[in-house]
Each structure stands twice: as structure tokens, then as C-alpha cells.
């Protein structure tokens, strides 16, 4: 398979390979998952896409990825959305890999790729910390040079699935004296390094999805730097454009939408004018999101950078998605507080699973209220 | 893709808009019955946007939607009381659509060419959003039908030379000419809003001759429907227009307006309510651009319909909203009359009204859309 230029593919040819063999090899158990899934679940799918040669559609053939242009690659995860694929710990693909592809030496290229697209190393991200949330740049984690290693001190937390990552890409501070973007630096650290803690903190949903992570004098070689030393907040910003169309996606609220419809059908709900205007009012949200986004698809098939007005598509997205799962709820009434997924006049219905789902949208990949002040600065233009 | 067209079409918008189309001069048009300036109208002619959409068969330049948009969205811009969308869009849509060739090339050349006016007066119950309600009567006699009747909120009436009226017959609904002066034909004016004015048609026992009959039963009412949609389509552009410029000015007043010794754009209150603003305006010009792109490759009546509604319901909650929040950001001097924030406030309110609100939109586009998936 990995001989085949699929960007010399017509479009159509594409998207049938890449859904006739999702729809063949994923599992059905994982489809729609309203959580985020455990690695222990989705090992075997990701052994399939390596072994396929599609584990890494964005990197370049060299390293093991497909190569895809930006148009194939929305095709892809658009393929990947339509069939529910649950998004495993992906980070390794998606941001260290392109990272080190840009600014890594060649022996952490040599280490990292490879393992990184087998799965044999899986990545969490350690960027936020307690007093560092919206205001990132004000990490206090430290790393001190001794010798040719750094000394790590400090703490992490919502490191996602950190305890499902055999790695932990860093954001340390290694100049106390800089300005506070100035003096930060990219880490690859391993986890099983002494000194590391990590313990996973239970969410309203009550799954272990994130993680604090603690540093008491971890001790790692120098050349775990990525980049160079205080420069790491330049290879960390990197990467956010294309995160930020993904994050936008109309399929993602597609799940809950169709549990509302099923729900509202089996209460017969859609002779109920009052419901109608609510449930249309939020469909036309998310379709109107649709043409949106795909504004955002064309420019990045033509190979334009994304600008800041891309932080639109994401507000819209996850506060419309927010939206649906209330309207969820609240049309479940004393049903729609039951945990779990539970019969509604024939319609298997979840409620609560959704709607927890969609509350942390809004938090994280930048704050509904960090992208408001990103649009004002950026694309307004307005004074601060 | 932008075409050849389209980027010719915005630069001589753009121009013309920025020759003479100022503010003070639709001050000074509010309120007059003429309502709007025949000499811009002919202009507009002169400069071929009267017929964009007409076929080149009739006189026009036969181009989509996509284009006609723009002459739209510029003209909201500058708050133009010319009735563009009403009559060149509208009632020459219907004409457009209607199976009497003979009339199509008698009439079609004239109103491209800005000689003859025509505005479309199909309504009769405010809230009616297809020909279903209409109970004006077209009765047969040997020379053509007699017609009896009230037709409401017909916009670009003020200024009209004739009407493309809808009556009902046995044969089903009927479309034809009326002359504004001939006999049995009376007009009231209602001021609106926006200093225009809807027409109130009284028919008594109007004579609608032979020739004059523009299409009967199912190609009448496909002529009727089909206009409503395209006129809703291009309303939604020049709705973009209209908030995209009170965007820019309550934007502007934020840089500028000093309070507390800073300007009031650095107020993060106010910043993410213009952010907010600036969503809805992005949504509308993406669901336009689909939605536009969608109607000229001619679907079928029931998604022609559902994108009609999709777009006038997202394109006037926009506008409405963008031009409200407006006076607030302006605060007290947004609300005085010299200012012109109150003048897109009150067309966007016009606007979003006609043809359709976005509540009624959204339930045409229910009723539209369970059914297809049920």
C-alpha cells in the first residue's frame, strides 16, 4: 500500500478506499463513542491503520505517512468523522511527529518516528498547568540545566490520557529571568523516568480521561531539547491552525443530533411546535456550521494558512454543539437525569453521556473566551 | 471561485456605490411616495443590473444568482431605497418564469432597460410564505379575466408603472399585467420602517386582457414559488450588505469612542459582544455563498425551497441582531435619528420581515426537512 501517491487519486476514488476500509476493519462498538476512548480499546484499530500504512496521513512518505495534501487529508478525517472513529491518544501523530519533523535533530527523528507511528510509543501533553490554563505562558514547571542533563520540577494537569502515554511532550520553564514566552522549552520525556507521578483525576463524567502529572528532580538527558533552549514556545505555537479546523468539524454534534431526533420522534415531539422551533433553530446552527467549515475545508485544500478568523468556526461549533446536548436533556425530562443509556418507547437513548461530552468543548484548544479575545485583537483589531 | 463576471460586478458596485449613493441621499428620499430616484434606477439600467438575471433572449445579461447577489449586497451597503430585489429581482423573476413568450419579450427588454417598473402583488395575509392563501379572484371573460381582490405589503408598489398580480381561477392560480392606472385598479401606500412604503392593491373588477396573462395553474404557481425563493435568496445578500456595514461602523465607533480614558473597543465586554456579531456576519456570507451557489444549479422545488429558507432565516437573524446591537454599542447617540445606525436598524427590520421571517423560515424549513428524512 505504501507505494500508491494517493494525492494523484481523483477525490472520489480517494474517499471510497478510505470508507470502504474503515467501514470493513472498524470496530462497531467504538462507533459514536460519546467519551474519549481508552488505548487499551483502541490498540488493535491503530495496529490496522499501521499496518495498512495509515496510522499517519499527514506525514511524509520518508517517515512512514501517506503524504496527503491538505485536500486529501480532509477527506480522510471526514471519512474517519462519518464513521464515528473514535480519536485514539493521536498526539504522537499529530503534533510531536509534524514537530520533529520541523524542528527535531536527526536522532530524534530516527528514534521517536518510527515508534511513534507503531504505537509502540504513545504521547500525552504536558502543557497546562494549574496556574497555567488560558494564560499557558505563565508555566512555572522548571527545568535546570546540570551537566548534560535538565533537573525537572513541577507539576502538570488535564494532561490528557497521560496514563495511557509511555511519553510526555513538555513545556518547561528554563529561564526564570525572560519574558514570560521567552523563557520556555520543548521536552520529549519519557514517563517511566524516577521522579514522574502521575494519577489521573476523575471527571463529571466520572471517566479517567485527564491526569495530573508530577516532576520531583527528574532527571533527563540534554537531549531531550527540541529546538533550542528557551525556544519553545515558537515549535509549541507551531502547530494550532489546522487543530482549530479539525476541532470545528460539523460531524462531530452529528451523534447527539440523531439521538434528538429519535428521542423527539419516539415522544412524538415533532407535532409539538414549541419543540420544533427549538430542535430546527439548533439543526440550521449546525448545518449553517457545515458552510462555514467548509469555507475553512477550501482554503486549506488551496494551500492557504489558516488566519485567526478560523477561532469563529470553533465557538460556533462547540456552543452549538453545547446547545444540542441541553436541548437533549431537557426534552428527556425525569428520563433525561437516568445514567446510561436506557429505552425511550423504542429508542435507545443516552442523555448524560452527551452532555458531558460536550462541556469541556468550550475549555479546552483555547477557551470559548480566549478565541473571543483572539478574534478581537486579531481580526477586529480592536485596542487592549 | 470568483468569476469574470463577478469580480467586474463588484468593482462597478463598488464604484458606483461610491459615487453618489450617500446616506444623505436616502435621508432625503425617506418618507417622499416617490420613495426612491428614477434617474439612479435608469442608471442602475445603464450599468445592466436591472437585468442580470434576466435571459439575454429578453434583454438581460443572463447571469445567476451568485452575481445578482452582489449588486445586492451593495446596495444594502448603502441602504438604496430602489426597489432592486422587488421589482428586477422579484416581479421580474416571475415574469421571467412565466410561459407567455410573447409578453416575456414585450415586457422583460423594457424593465431591464429601466423604462418600465413592475412590482409583484401576490400577498394578501401578512405571514403567507407560498400562493396557497391567495383568494383574490381571476374571473374568465372572452378577452382575458376580471379581477377582484386586496393585495398586501407589495414592496416597490410606490413607484411601479404596472403589477404582476396573482389571482385564483378554476384553472388554478393565475399571473398577469395590470397597468397601475387602468381602471378598477386602486394603491394605498402604508409607510414602513425604513421610510419606504408597502402597497395595499385594491382589484375591482380590473380587466387582465389576454395578452397580459402571464401564466395559468401549475406554470403559474412553479413561476410564482420559484420567484418568491430567488427574490428571498437575493433579500438575504442585501441583508448581508445592510449588517456588514453596521458591523464596520460599530467596530469603527468602538476604536474611537473615549470613556474612563480608554477607548471603548478595549473593553472586553463589548469586544466579545462585536466578536459575537462578527460570527453571525460570517455565518450568514458562508450559508449565502453555499445557499447561492446551490439555487443557480437549478435543484429541485422542495431543496430550492429548503435553501430559500435557510438562507433568509440565518441572513435576517443576523442582520436584525447585528443592526440592534449596534445602537447599543453606539449607546445614546445610536439612537438619535441623525445617526445613521437607526437606518440599518430599520432596514434590516424590513428586510428580515419581508418575504418571510426567520421563524417562519425555520418551520418551512422543518416541515421541509422531517418530512424528508421520516
Given at each position: 500500500m505504501a507505494d500508491i501517491d494517493y494525492n494523484a487519486l481523483a477525490d472520489d476514488d480517494f474517499r471510497m478506499r478510505v470508507r470502504a476500509f474503515v467501514e470493513a476493519r472498524y470496530p462497531q462498538a467504538l462507533r459514536f463513542l460519546p467519551r474519549r476512548v481508552r488505548m487499551s480499546e483502541i490498540r488493535e484499530w491503530w495496529n490496522t491503520l499501521y499496518e495498512h500504512g495509515w496510522v499517519a496521513p499527514n506525514w511524509p512518505r520518508e517517515w512512514g505517512g501517506m503524504a496527503l495534501d491538505p485536500g486529501k487529508m480532509v477527506i480522510y478525517l471526514e471519512e474517519m468523522e462519518r464513521h464515528g472513529v473514535a480519536r485514539a491518544a493521536d498526539q504522537g501523530i499529530t503534533q510531536v511527529g509534524p514537530i520533529l519533523m520541523k524542528y527535531g535533530t536527526d536522532a530524534q527523528k530516527d528514534y521517536f518516528l518510527p515508534r511513534t507511528a507503531s504505537g509502540e510509543i504513545i504521547w500525552s501533553q504536558g502543557y497546562s498547568e494549574p496556574n497555567a490554563g488560558s494564560d499557558l505562558a505563565n508555566l512555572q514547571t522548571l527545568a535546570v540545566v546540570d551537566g548534560d542533563d535538565f533537573v525537572i520540577n513541577g507539576q502538570k494537569i488535564w494532561t490528557t490520557l497521560a496514563h495511557d502515554s509511555t511519553h510526555i511532550y513538555l513545556l518547561v520553564r528554563t529561564d526564570r529571568e525572560a519574558k514570560k514566552q521567552k523563557g520556555i522549552s520543548f521536552l520529549l520525556v519519557d514517563a517511566t523516568t524516577p521522579g514522574i507521578t502521575i494519577r489521573p483525576i476523575r471527571n463529571i463524567a466520572g471517566h479517567d480521561e485527564f491526569c495530573e502529572v508530577f516532576f520531583d528532580n527528574v532527571r533527563v538527558p540534554r537531549d531531550t531539547l527540541v529546538g533550542g533552549l528557551n525556544e519553545g514556545?515558537?515549535?509549541?505555537?507551531?502547530?494550532?491552525?489546522?487543530?482549530?479546523?479539525?476541532?470545528?468539524?460539523?460531524?462531530?454534534?452529528?451523534?447527539?443530533?440523531?439521538?434528538?431526533?429519535?428521542?423527539?420522534?419516539a415522544k412524538g415531539l415533532l407535532?409539538?411546535?414549541?419543540?420544533?422551533?427549538?430542535?430546527?433553530?439548533?439543526?440550521?446552527?449546525?448545518?449553517?456550521?457545515?458552510?462555514?467549515?467548509?469555507?475553512?475545508?477550501?482554503?486549506?485544500?488551496?494551500?492557504?494558512?489558516?488566519?485567526?478568523?478560523?477561532?469563529?468556526?470553533?465557538?460556533?461549533?462547540?456552543?452549538?454543539?453545547?446547545?444540542?446536548?441541553?436541548?437533549?436533556?431537557?426534552?428527556?425530562?425525569?428520563?433525561?437525569?437516568?445514567?446510561?443509556?436506557?429505552?425511550?418507547?423504542?429508542?435507545?437513548?443516552?442523555?448524560?453521556?452527551?452532555?458531558?461530552?460536550?462541556?469541556?468543548?468550550?475549555?479546552?484548544?483555547?477557551?470559548?473566551?480566549?478565541?473571543?479575545?483572539?478574534?478581537?485583537?486579531?481580526?477586529?483589531?480592536?485596542?487592549? | 471561485m470568483v468569476s469574470e463576471h463577478a469580480a467586474l460586478l463588484k468593482d462597478s458596485v463598488a464604484d458606483f456605490i461610491g459615487r453618489g449613493m450617500t446616506i444623505g441621499r436616502v435621508r432625503a428620499l425617506r418618507g417622499t411616495p416617490g420613495e426612491y430616484d428614477r434617474a439612479v434606477w435608469r442608471?442602475?439600467?445603464?450599468?445592466?443590473?436591472?437585468?442580470?438575471?434576466?435571459?439575454?433572449?429578453?434583454?438581460?445579461?443572463?447571469?445567476?444568482?451568485?452575481?445578482?447577489?452582489?449588486?445586492?449586497?451593495?446596495?444594502?451597503?448603502?441602504?438604496?431605497?430602489?426597489?432592486?430585489?422587488?421589482?428586477?429581482?422579484l416581479a421580474a423573476g416571475a415574469i421571467a418564469a412565466s410561459d407567455n413568450e410573447a409578453l416575456k419579450r414585450a415586457l422583460l427588454p423594457a424593465i431591464a432597460g429601466g423604462e418600465r417598473i413592475a412590482a409583484l402583488a401576490w400577498q394578501e395575509e401578512a405571514g403567507a410564505l407560498d400562493g396557497n392563501h391567495i383568494a383574490a379572484r381571476a374571473t374568465p371573460f372572452e378577452g382575458g379575466y376580471r379581477l377582484n381582490g386586496t393585495k398586501r405589503y407589495v414592496s416597490g408598489a410606490a413607484g411601479a408603472d404596472a403589477y404582476v398580480v396573482a389571482a385564483r381561477s378554476d384553472e388554478g392560480l393565475v399571473l398577469g399585467i395590470v397597468e397601475r392606472d387602468a381602471p378598477g385598479v386602486s394603491l394605498e401606500l402604508a409607510a414602513i420602517a425604513d421610510g419606504r412604503h408597502f402597497g395595499t392593491l385594491a382589484l375591482d373588477d380590473a380587466l387582465l386582457p389576454r395578452e397580459k396573462v402571464a401564466a395559468v395553474g401549475e406554470a403559474a404557481a412553479e413561476a410564482l414559488a420559484s420567484a418568491l425563493d430567488r427574490a428571498r435568496a437575493i433579500a438575504g445578500a442585501e441583508l448581508y450588505g445592510?449588517?456588514?456595514?453596521?458591523?464596520?461602523?460599530?467596530?469603527?465607533?468602538?476604536?474611537?469612542?473615549?470613556?474612563?480614558?480608554?477607548?471603548?473597543?478595549?473593553?472586553?465586554?463589548?469586544?466579545?459582544?462585536?466578536?459575537?456579531?462578527?460570527?453571525?456576519?460570517?455565518?450568514?456570507?458562508?450559508?449565502?455563498?453555499?445557499?447561492?451557489?446551490?439555487?443557480?444549479?437549478?435543484?429541485?422545488?422542495?431543496?430550492?425551497?429548503?435553501?430559500?429558507?435557510?438562507?433568509?432565516?440565518?441572513?435576517?437573524?443576523?442582520?436584525?441582531?447585528?443592526?440592534?446591537?449596534?445602537?447599543?454599542?453606539?449607546?445614546?447617540?445610536?439612537?438619535?435619528?441623525?445617526?445613521?445606525a437607526g437606518l440599518y436598524l430599520k432596514r434590516a427590520l424590513v428586510l428580515a420581515a419581508w418575504l418571510g421571517n426567520s421563524t417562519q423560515h425555520r418551520r418551512r424549513y422543518a416541515a421541509l426537512a422531517l418530512k424528508a428524512e421520516a
Open positions: 514556545w515558537t515549535v509549541a505555537k507551531a502547530l494550532l491552525g489546522f487543530e482549530r479546523l479539525n476541532i470545528g468539524s460539523p460531524r462531530r454534534p452529528q451523534y447527539a443530533l440523531m439521538r434528538l431526533e429519535m428521542l423527539a420522534r407535532d409539538d411546535a414549541g419543540f420544533v422551533d427549538r430542535f430546527i433553530a439548533i439543526k440550521l446552527d449546525l448545518e449553517d456550521l457545515a458552510s462555514l467549515y467548509g469555507r475553512y475545508v477550501e482554503q486549506v485544500k488551496r494551500g492557504e494558512p489558516l488566519g485567526h478568523d478560523v477561532s469563529s468556526l470553533k465557538i460556533w461549533a462547540m456552543e452549538a454543539w453545547q446547545r444540542l446536548t441541553d436541548l437533549l436533556v431537557e426534552t428527556g425530562a425525569e428520563d433525561g437525569v437516568i445514567e446510561g443509556a436506557h429505552d425511550i418507547n423504542g429508542a435507545e437513548i443516552d442523555f448524560l453521556a452527551p452532555f458531558y461530552y460536550a462541556r469541556p468543548s468550550t475549555i479546552y484548544g483555547g477557551s470559548s473566551e480566549i478565541q473571543r479575545n483572539i478574534l478581537s485583537k486579531y481580526v477586529l483589531e480592536l485596542p487592549s | 442608471q442602475m439600467a445603464e450599468l445592466g443590473w436591472l437585468g442580470i438575471s434576466i435571459p439575454e433572449a429578453y434583454g438581460g445579461m443572463g447571469l445567476g444568482l451568485a452575481e445578482t447577489a452582489i449588486v445586492a449586497e451593495g446596495l444594502g451597503r448603502a441602504l438604496a431605497p430602489e426597489p432592486y430585489t422587488a421589482c428586477a429581482v445592510v449588517m456588514s456595514r453596521a458591523l464596520e461602523m460599530s467596530v469603527d465607533y468602538m476604536k474611537t469612542r473615549v470613556q474612563f480614558g480608554k477607548p471603548i473597543g478595549s473593553f472586553q465586554a463589548l469586544q466579545h459582544r462585536a466578536v459575537d456579531l462578527y460570527i453571525q456576519q460570517q455565518l450568514a456570507s458562508a450559508v449565502l455563498d453555499d445557499s447561492l451557489r446551490a439555487l443557480d444549479a437549478g435543484p429541485d422545488a422542495p431543496t430550492r425551497e429548503a435553501i430559500a429558507s435557510r438562507l433568509k432565516a440565518r441572513c435576517s437573524d443576523a442582520a436584525v441582531r447585528i443592526t440592534r446591537e449596534a445602537i447599543q454599542i453606539h449607546g445614546a447617540i445610536g439612537f438619535t435619528d441623525e445617526y445613521d
